[in-house]
C-alpha cells in the first residue's frame, strides 16, 4: 500500500550550523564523514567555522568539492569511489540541489554499487540509504527532502532521474544564513522552481488532498517572500520562509510529483543550457493553460494566490488564460527574471525536441494526454 503522506527525513531549523552536525554525528554514531561541498562556499567563513568546529571535535572527514552545477554522472561516481578508498561512514552534503542530488546519487553507488545510471531504469535501490546529512545552499529544489535526483548525461545532452523512497536524505539541517550569498538572479530562478513544484505538484494525476494544502501553502510562501528575498538578500525572515517552501516543495514531489512543466524545462533545459529554475519558469504558464482545460478549479485557486480577479462566469480557457498571465507579471515585473527572448535561443530549434518530451519520465503525471501534437503547440509558447 502507498500511503500519501510520509516523511522520512528528520529535519532540523538552525542557525547554529556546526553545533547540529556534530550532534547529528553524535547521535547517529557516526565518525567519519566526507564532506561533499560547493567548490563556491568551500571558503566561506561559515564552511570554514564548520571545518575547524569538527576537526577540534576530533572528526576526521574527507572533501569532496569537484561537483559542478547539473553534475555529470561521471562525477557522482568518483564521489562513491573516494568514499569507499576513504572508508567514510556518512555524507554531509552542502550546497544547492546539483551537490545534494550527486551526493545522494554517491550514497546509493556507495551502499549498493554499481553506476549511478544502472539505478536511472532497471535497478533499484533495495533498501533505506542511510548516512547523508544535507545541508541546502539554495532555496529550490527541495532535494533534501525529495525522493528524485537528476543526473546528467554529458554526452547524450540529457538529464535523467533516480526515483526512489529509499534514496532520501537521513536528516536535512536548514540554516537561513547559507542562503543570504545566493546572488539576485539565482534566488529568483530557484524560488520559482519551488513554485513550479507546488503548482506541478497540486494539478498532477498523483496529487491528493493531504498534499493538495500543503502546495498551497508553498505558493503562498512563496508569493508572499521571494519579492522580499530578492530585494533584499539579507533579510532573513524572507530567507526562512523560502527555505521551508523549498524542503515543503521537495517532500511534496515524493507524493504529488512533476509533470508536463517540469518534462518540458528538463528536455529543453538541458539541450539548451538553461538553468533548471529558469527553464521550470519558462514552462509553467503554457503548462497552466493546458492545466486549466482539466483542472479548472486548482488552476482557479493557484489565480486566487497569485491575486487574480477573474470575471464572472470564466471559461477553463479564461482561467487558465488569466492565470498564466498573472505568473508571467509575478515572474517579470514583480521578481524580474530574464526573458525567454532575451535567452537568443532560435525557437524553432525547440521543434526538435517534441519526442523527447513526450517521453519524458515524468509527462506521465501530466492531467492531461501529452501527445506529440501538443508538444508542438506547446513549444511554440515555451517562455
Ligand atoms: N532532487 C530534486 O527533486 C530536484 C528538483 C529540481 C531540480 N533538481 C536539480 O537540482 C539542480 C539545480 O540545483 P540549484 O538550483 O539548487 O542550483 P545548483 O546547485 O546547480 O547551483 C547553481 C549555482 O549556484 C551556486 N551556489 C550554490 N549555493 C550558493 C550560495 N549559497 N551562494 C552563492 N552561490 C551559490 C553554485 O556554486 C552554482 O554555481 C539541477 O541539476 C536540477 O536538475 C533536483
Ligand atoms: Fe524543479
Known sequence: MSFKLEQKVKVVVTFELSEKLLEILKISNYSKPMIVVDNFLLNSPIIQETFERLTSSGIDYVVYDKIIPDPPIELINKGAELFVENKCDSIIAIGGGSVIDAARGINIVRSFGGDIKDYVHDREVPSLCLGLISVPTTSGTGSELSNALVITDTNAQEKLAVLSDNAVSEYAVL??????????????????????????????????????SICEKIMFLVVKYLPQAVNNPEDLEARERMMVASALGGWVLNNGGTHFGHSLAHVVGAKM???????????LPVTLLYTAEVEPKKVREIGNILDVEFPNNATNEEIGHYVADAYKKFR??????????????????????????????????????????LVDAALLKFG
Open 175 to 212: 540554516n537561513p544564513n547559507l542562503v543570504k550569498t545566493v546572488p539576485k538572479n539565482m534566488t529568483i530562478m530557484t524560488g520559482l522552481d519551488v513554485f513550479s513544484h507546488a503548482a506541478e505538484a497540486y494539478t498532477s494525476k498523483l496529487a491528493s488532498p493531504i498534499i493538495d
Open 332 to 373: 517579470d515585473e514583480v521578481l524580474g527574471l530574464p526573458t525567454f527572448e532575451q535567452q537568443g535561443i532560435d525557437r524553432k530549434e525547440l521543434q526538435n525536441l517534441r519526442d523527447d518530451v513526450v517521453s519524458e519520465r515524468f509527462a506521465a503525471n501530466s492531467p492531461f494526454e501529452v501527445t506529440a501534437d
Open 273 to 283: 543550457h538553461i538553468p533548471h529554475g529558469m527553464a521550470c519558469a519558462y514552462a
